[in-house]
């Protein structure tokens, strides 16, 4: 069975750092890129960034472009997402997604719970 | 980025009616679309790929159609269960881009 549990979410003030793991299970994770997808509460949802398979491709919303990076560790069969410069409107719940294949040009199959993220002093 | 447009925004309707909510594409994608299913504080569910391929263990009353900027889905028989919001998806180039929604009620 498929699980991606995201952890990392929290409280952080504008300007601050925050870092969001995403534990995944039941597959073979280094075949498939991973994706983070976030949700402001209320609203629709907004594809963040995604990453290959091997890590070597890296693809960024203009909305976090220079600011978020995403990274993935094979070994550990982790996700993450490192977010700087935090601003309000990067409120939301993040979520951890598989992508159904290798490249990325594919749907997402599988969701975690979601993290939320607040931004605020 | 490409742009999703879907509508209605919302829709009421009964148990057993047939519905359809569209996506529009502001330029092609060929088939590189998916739709999902989001039920209220819970994680989207994934219904269809390419725009009319369902995902295994969905039920047939989901079906999916369009090429190129137009795509429809439709619930053959609405059930109490489908009452949720739907979102369609375009994977076809980067960034990635999601539709604003539909939420489906039940009358």
């Given at each position: 069975e498929v699980q991606l549990v995201e952890s990392g979410g929290g409280?952080?003030?504008?300007?601050?750092?925050?870092r969001l793991s995403c534990a995944a299970s039941g597959f073979t994770f280094?075949?498939?890129?991973m994706s983070w997808v976030r949700q402001t509460p209320g609203k629709g949802l907004e594809w963040v960034s995604a990453i290959s398979g091997s890590g070597g491709s890296t693809y960024y919303a203009d909305?976090?472009?220079?600011?978020?990076?995403?990274?993935?560790?094979?070994?550990?069969?982790?996700?993450?997402l490192q977010m700087n410069s935090?601003?309000?409107?990067?409120?939301?719940?993040?979520?951890?997604?598989?992508?159904?294949g290798y490249s990325g040009y594919v749907?997402?199959?599988?969701?975690?719970?979601?993290?939320l993220v607040t931004v605020s002093s | 980025a490409i742009q999703l447009t879907q509508s209605p925004s919302s829709l009421s309707a009964s148990v057993g009616d047939r519905v359809t909510i569209t996506c529009?594409?502001?330029?092609?994608?060929?088939?590189?679309?998916?739709?999902?299913?989001?039920?209220p504080g819970k994680a989207p569910k994934f219904?269809?790929?390419?725009?009319?391929?369902?995902?295994?263990?969905?039920?047939?009353?989901?079906?999916?159609?369009?090429?190129g900027t137009d795509f429809t889905l439709t619930i053959s028989s609405l059930q109490p269960e489908d009452f949720a919001t739907y979102y369609c998806q375009q994977f076809n180039s980067y960034p990635l881009t999601f539709g604003g929604g539909t939420k489906v009620e039940i009358k």
């Amino acid at each position: 069975e498929v699980q991606l549990v995201e952890s990392g979410g929290g409280l952080v003030q504008p300007g601050g750092s925050l870092r969001l793991s995403c534990a995944a299970s039941g597959f073979t994770f280094s075949s498939n890129a991973m994706s983070w997808v976030r949700q402001t509460p209320g609203k629709g949802l907004e594809w963040v960034s995604a990453i290959s398979g091997s890590g070597g491709s890296t693809y960024y919303a203009d909305s976090v472009k220079g600011r978020f990076t995403i990274s993935r560790d094979n070994s550990k069969n982790t996700l993450y997402l490192q977010m700087n410069s935090l601003r309000a409107e990067d409120t939301a719940v993040y979520y951890c997604a598989k992508d159904r294949g290798y490249s990325g040009y594919v749907p997402k199959d599988y969701w975690g719970q979601g993290a939320l993220v607040t931004v605020s002093s | 980025a490409i742009q999703l447009t879907q509508s209605p925004s919302s829709l009421s309707a009964s148990v057993g009616d047939r519905v359809t909510i569209t996506c529009r594409a502001s330029q092609g994608i060929s088939s590189a679309l998916a739709w999902y299913q989001q039920k209220p504080g819970k994680a989207p569910k994934f219904l269809i790929y390419d725009a009319s391929s369902l995902e295994s263990g969905v039920p047939s009353r989901f079906s999916g159609s369009g090429s190129g900027t137009d795509f429809t889905l439709t619930i053959s028989s609405l059930q109490p269960e489908d009452f949720a919001t739907y979102y369609c998806q375009q994977f076809n180039s980067y960034p990635l881009t999601f539709g604003g929604g539909t939420k489906v009620e039940i009358k």
